[in-house]
């Protein structure tokens, strides 16, 4: 069992950045393709990022493509989600996961991630 712990989220301006964090249980992490997912009111939860296990490839959907980032710190088992040049429409539950451990590369598809975060919440003022 991998529990995973995010954090960073709030209330921003548009155009501001937050930075999340998700911190994961165990020592496993190198295990995990990591991702970023999000879910906003009355729409369907979407993919924003993934991340190889070794942090060597990545994936945006292309509503974030230059404005955020992903990466992972397997020495403290923790992955980030810099997200710069918010927008109203960023607006959003946060979800981390951890992909299926017999999955390789960056996973897109919410089926493919086995562990879930509770959740941060990112509100974006215009």
């Known amino acids: 069992q991998v529990q995973l712990v995010e954090s960073g989220g709030g209330l921003v301006q548009a155009g501001g950045s937050l930075r999340l964090s998700c911190a994961t249980s165990?020592?496993?992490?190198?295990?995990?393709?990591m991702g970023w997912f999000r879910q906003a009111p009355e729409k369907e939860r979407e993919f924003v990022v993934g991340?190889?296990?070794?942090?060597?490839?990545?994936a945006y959907a292309d509503s974030v493509k230059g404005r955020f980032t992903i990466s992972r710190d397997n020495g403290k088992n923790t992955v980030y989600l810099q997200m710069n040049s918010l927008k109203s429409e960023d607006t959003a539950v946060y979800y981390c996961?951890?992909?299926?451990?017999?999955?390789?590369?960056?996973?897109?598809?919410?089926?493919?991630?086995?562990?879930w975060g509770q959740g941060t919440q990112v509100t974006v003022s215009s």
């Open positions: 996961a951890a992909g299926l451990p017999l999955r390789v590369g960056v996973l897109r598809r919410p089926n493919e991630y086995l562990y």
């Open positions: 991340i190889s296990k070794s942090g060597d490839s990545t």
């Open positions: 165990g020592r496993t992490f190198l295990t995990y393709s």
